[in-house]
């Protein structure tokens, strides 16, 4: 099921969703690094990471899902924010950078034909980039934030998940090492709990985050079937 759009602009809005953010864009910078001149696209619920980036891109979307609802992003105009089916995307062939995908995946019916229609839409070059819910962390195990929703992952699901629609994970990462409770000394302690954790458990943080790069041609998986021949030949009646 998905979180309603207001559900996940309210959490953002709290002491925890405000570290989360800042913890979890931190982690996206490190990754993309600068964007000037490409174009960058979110999947999901991605208007609490994509500020940063208004400056920078040539064009930015926020693609939010028909089921979840859409806000008004950002609040002065140009709205770069738009309402869309997940399988289908207002977008053409080939025609993004950068593709961000976060409250969306595990909480989506259909995996696979959501995440072939990214594969449309990014370009060969292109860097798709998941954020979803660490089935070994304490986040995923905890429903008073948004990434305790939905089907979380293991690292090995979401790595055969890319392989099966022809993306190849290049990086993994994992965010969000502090406990997931909005209390004041947990909150002012977030950054030693992230740095911590990133070193002692990387294994465990809240929610893991995968790089991948779009295959253009499908793997062969396995040995080639053996041909068998024809002893007798039986003419078509």
Request: hydrophobic letters at 45%; one cysteine or more; glycine letters at 8%.
């Amino acid at each position: 099921m998905h979180l309603d759009v207001v559900t996940l602009r309210d959490f953002y809005a709290t002491p925890l969703g405000q570290i989360a953010r800042r913890l979890l864009a931190r982690r996206i910078r490190s990754h993309w690094g600068s964007v000037v001149g490409e174009t960058i696209a979110s999947l999901g619920f991605g208007t609490p990471f994509l500020g940063p980036y208004r400056s920078e891109a040539l064009s930015l979307g926020a693609l939010m899902p028909a089921r979840q609802g859409v806000l008004v992003w950002p609040s002065t105009t140009p709205v770069l924010s738009t309402l869309v089916e997940e399988d289908q995307l207002p977008l053409r062939d080939n025609s993004v950078d950068r593709l961000l995908v976060v409250h969306c995946l595990e909480v989506t019916e259909q995996a696979m034909p959501l995440l072939r229609e990214l594969w449309r839409v990014l370009k060969p070059e292109g860097r798709l980039l998941v954020v979803v819910p660490n089935r070994r962390g304490l986040w995923a195990h905890v429903d008073t934030t948004p990434f305790g929703y939905g089907s979380p992952f293991s690292r090995s699901q979401l790595e055969h998940l890319l392989h099966q629609c022809l993306f190849t994970p290049t990086t993994f990462d994992s965010a969000l090492h502090l406990p997931p409770f909005d209390r004041g000394i947990v909150v002012r302690s977030a950054a030693a709990w992230e740095r911590v954790g990133s070193r002692l458990s990387p294994g465990l943080g809240g929610v893991l985050l995968v790089e991948a790069r779009k295959e253009m041609v499908a793997p062969v998986r396995g040995k080639p079937a053996r041909a068998k021949a024809l002893r007798v030949l039986m003419p078509i009646r």
